[in-house]
Nanobody
Framework: QVQLVESGGGLVQAGGSLRLSCAVSGGSFRTYIMGWFRQAPGKEREFVGAISWSAGIPTYADSVKDRFTISRDGAKNALYLHMNSLKVEDTALYYC?????????????????WGQGTQVTVSS
């Protein structure tokens, strides 16, 4: 059983930066795909990006490419989402997810474990 706990959300002005963290524990997560998703009010949850914990190769949604970066720290068992040039439309509840059979990283149904989410609010 993998446990995921997000942190680092908050209120930031447009153009600013924020780093989200996801503390990972339990299970064989080092063989998993780790993903970030977000859900804005009144909208469906959407894919932000993902990374293979072992290989460290990230993939991103077009909407955040060149602004967001995913990294992981094996020593700290932590996943990060570095967000730069934030826009008002980035406002959402951000979730960390993990899965062992995530053949398509953007498909949330393939992830086995989810955190509780951390709120990011970008003001204009």
């Amino acid at each position: 059983q993998v446990q995921l706990v997000e942190s680092g959300g908050g209120l930031v002005q447009a153009g600013g930066s924020l780093r989200l963290s996801c503390a990972v524990s339990g299970g064989s997560f080092r063989t998993y795909i780790m993903g970030w998703f977000r859900q804005a009010p009144g909208k469906e949850r959407e894919f932000v990006g993902a990374i293979s914990w072992s290989a460290g190769i990230p993939t991103y949604a077009d909407s955040v490419k060149d602004r967001f970066t995913i990294s992981r720290d094996g020593a700290k068992n932590a996943l990060y989402l570095h967000m730069n040039s934030l826009k008002v439309e980035d406002t959402a509840l951000y979730y960390c997810a993990a899965g062992s059979r995530v053949y398509y990283p953007s498909r949330e149904g393939l992830y086995d474990y989810w955190g509780q989410g951390t709120q990011v609010t970008v003001s204009s």
